[in-house]
């Protein structure tokens, strides 16, 4: 009988097909095959027990319930199951959803980093047990980002009545990080201030400093134009001062400094640097970026994308340093470069890497499609850079002094290219003049230029992502996502390739700074990553975790924020005042502060419905409606169909018992209802279960189809339905 490799993605089926030859079977999986079941509490799937959770998993969808029946008649003709998800946390936790719901008795783990001959037959002939350490991190982040997404969506966001749809742990915190920078920039002021500077026959420009020492850069100073302005001068009259010293003394130079410096290439990519450097060079979103790189990894042409570690494999340096002899001898350094770790990094496996040093960008850009070459391109140049030797460049400082005024020019020469001839991040060269200690100078124009401070800028996504790194919010995997779902809930917008919180996004952030003050702060996601590295250390135990963080802050939070919706003004504006109700008479209208009262009564209350609008692509309409009654959350949304406002399905049954039909369900006992679907462009009827949630599990085969006046399952059989009684 053959081997079975069970993988994620059906982009490998090929290239690990021609790898593995006959006597294998390849199999898709298609990526996640279960999830955990909208039910329970808040639909979250789990139970939170004193000690245990007791988690119910389901297929994600019809696609994976076909795929898992497809896995399971492949695993009857296997003699040997192998599971080759990807090589990460949720790669680890798809394999063990694969072995659960596949029941597969001792299935061989295997991991590689790329797909090449050498890696996947290594992977093959020493492979491993699933690490459960790591299934348990995996398992709990869903729980958690469920815990967290659901509850606080229903308990929290659904109440505001905004239009916002969810919160999240990682979401949540990211938007934060942007409307922190948008309220920097709204309340902003500018103001003015002075540039100064002088020019010299001998040939270079000079600005305006009060003291001939170097002036100290912040290490974490994002002001690139340091060097291309004064001290900021901030009065007209100081600023003409300076001209006026500038122009009534004579110049001379008071310094000299000359130093040779060396700078280091930059250490190869990781998930975060890569979407960083195409997002800045190729313009490519976070999104664009992944997929383009999950095709270049599926073809065999990189490494993993997913990764937060530097570390590149020896046999890979090797490599590069045998490319380098061949053509660019000179660039090889005393010693193979090591790269220190980014703080927090899982190092897991290597950073991204091209496969094969040789496969040189321009001998592939024919195979490839555009932007899959000039994404590899990036990756190559990178790889090869961070192997080099360091640049060396002259850098040279001049002070010159006139009266009681200093000014000084900076310049820089490349003096050896090293790493930049496949990576440059370096500026141009800035030749000065040769001068020489206590050389009058001739001065050819003082100027004073009137300048504004400027707000902080937007983040760009690249920027966006580095600054989520940084700060420790999710992890390689989540930094796309996370930007996707708070463009998809239009929370943010994309201005200028500058992202921007939308009136909801603030409003939402903003009461979420109200209400769960420390769940959207960086510091306190980053510390529920931690708490998962721990886990997937095998240093905690997943169920105590998330047991313990759960009852000593997330529930008594909800609690306390569901107590102080009330006091929030975007909640309160949709409560009527006393003076509002007081002496109205039942014919008058209440007043809507956000939409249009309509004559559609509330099917729950009575009153009066408001017509709100929206901008969500998944309804048909426009619009939707809510009611207007106080403490009455009832909403309709637009049946094009019908020509009617319907409530939601989960809620239409208790206001439409002529849906159900007087005969049990087989499996529950609950009633059967109507249900009414089109096919070939026919109306058709079926029954089935009427709770929600047994549909889901134990009744999903429950469903009786009309056939000849008749109801008939291929299960339970015909089923006669009494006569209606006249």
């Known amino acids: 009988m053959p081997n079975l490799l069970l993988i994620e993605s059906p982009g490998k089926l090929k290239k690990l097909g021609q790898i593995l030859g006959s006597g294998w079977i390849v199999k898709a999986s298609m990526g996640h095959v279960r999830e955990l079941a909208n039910d329970g509490d808040d639909a979250l799937g789990f139970d939170l027990g004193a000690t245990a959770i007791a988690c119910r998993y389901q297929p994600r969808d019809a696609r994976s319930q076909k795929v898992l029946s497809e896995l399971r008649q492949a695993v009857k003709k296997a003699d040997r199951i192998y599971i080759a998800t990807d090589p990460d946390r949720e790669g680890e936790t798809i394999g063990w959803h694969l072995q659960e719901a596949l029941r597969l008795k001792n299935p061989q783990r295997v991991v590689y980093s790329e797909i090449t001959p050498q890696a996947v037959r290594a992977a093959i002939a020493h492979p491993r047990t699933l690490n459960q350490d790591l299934v348990a991190a995996g398992r709990a982040r869903d729980c958690l980002d469920k815990l967290v997404g659901y509850t606080g969506s229903r308990h929290v966001v659904w109440p505001l009545k905004n239009g916002a749809k969810s919160m999240g742990r990682v979401q949540s915190a990211t938007l934060h990080l942007l409307c922190v920078r948008e309220r920097e920039i709204q309340a902003f002021v500018p103001q003015d201030y002075w540039s100064v500077w002088v020019t010299y026959r001998e040939g270079f ?130 010693k193979t470069t090591r790269h220190k770790a980014v703080k927090g990094s899982q190092e897991a496996h290597e950073a991204i890497r091209p496969t094969q040093v040789n496969h040189l960008p321009q001998q592939l850009h024919q195979e490839l499609a555009a932007d899959a070459a000039r994404l590899y391109d990036l990756i190559w140049n990178r790889a090869v850079a961070s192997q080099c030797a360091p640049a060396r460049l002259r850098k040279t400082r001049i002070v010159t002094q006139s009266g009681d005024a200093y000014w000084e020019a900076r310049g820089q020469v490349l003096e050896f290219a090293g790493y930049i001839r496949y990576w440059n991040n370096i500026s141009a060269d800035s030749v000065l003049p040769a001068v020489t200690q206590g050389e009058a100078l001739n001065l050819n124009q003082a100027q004073a230029d009137q300048k504004q401070t400027q707000p902080p800028s937007r983040y760009s996504e690249p920027k966006l992502v580095k600054l989520m790194e940084q700060k420790g919010i999710g992890r390689p995997s989540t930094y796309a996502p996370t930007l996707k779902t708070l463009r998809q809930r239009e929370y943010v917008s994309l201005l200028q390739g500058k992202l921007q919180p939308t009136a909801l996004g603030l409003e939402l952030d903003g009461a979420l700074e109200k209400l769960l003050p420390d769940l959207i702060q960086p510091e306190f996601t980053a510390q529920m990553e931690t708490a998962l590295d721990a886990i997937a250390a095998g240093e905690q135990d997943w169920q105590t975790y998330l047991i313990g963080w759960n009852q000593a802050y997330f529930a008594p939070a909800i609690a306390k924020a569901k107590s102080q919706l009330l006091s929030l003004p975007a909640f309160a504006e949709h409560l009527p005042t006393p003076a509002d109700t007081a002496g109205r008479s039942p014919a008058s209208k209440p007043k809507s502060a956000n939409g249009k009262l309509t004559k559609t009564q509330c099917p729950t209350c009575g009153e009066a419905m408001t017509k709100v609008p929206s901008r969500s692509q998944k309804m048909k309409a426009k619009h939707f409606l809510k009611c207007s009654g106080v403490g009455c959350s009832t909403v309709m949304f637009w049946n094009a169909k019908a020509k009617r406002y319907e409530l939601p399905y989960a809620q239409r049954q208790a206001h439409h018992p002529e849906l159900f039909v007087d005969h049990p369900c087989p499996v529950c006992g609950a009633m059967l209802e109507r249900y009414t679907y089109t096919k070939d462009g026919q109306d058709k009827v079926m029954l089935r279960c009427s709770i929600l949630e047994h549909r889901r599990g134990k009744c999903k085969e429950v469903a009786f189809f009309q056939s000849r006046g008749e109801f008939w399952s291929p299960k339970f059989g015909t089923l006669k339905l009494p006569e209606p009684q006249t």
């Open 205 to 334: 420009k000079a600005f305006y400093r009060s003291s001939p020492k170097p002036q100290r850069k912040s290490k974490d100073s994002e002001d690139k134009s340091a060097d291309k302005e004064s001290e900021k001068v901030t009065s007209q009259k100081r600023a003409d001062e300076l001209v006026a010293i500038a122009q009534n003394h004579p110049h001379q130079v008071l310094q000299i400094e000359g130093k040779q410096t060396s700078q280091s290439p930059p250490p190869p990519f990781v998930t975060s640097t890569l979407q960083q450097a195409a997002g800045a060079k190729l313009r490519f979103s976070p999104e664009q970026t992944m997929k383009v790189a999950q095709s270049l990894y599926e073809k065999g042409h990189i490494t993993y994308m997913r990764t937060d570690s530097v570390i590149l494999s020896a046999p890979f340096c090797a490599s590069v340093r045998q490319y380098l002899q061949q053509h660019d001898p000179t660039n090889i350094p005393s």
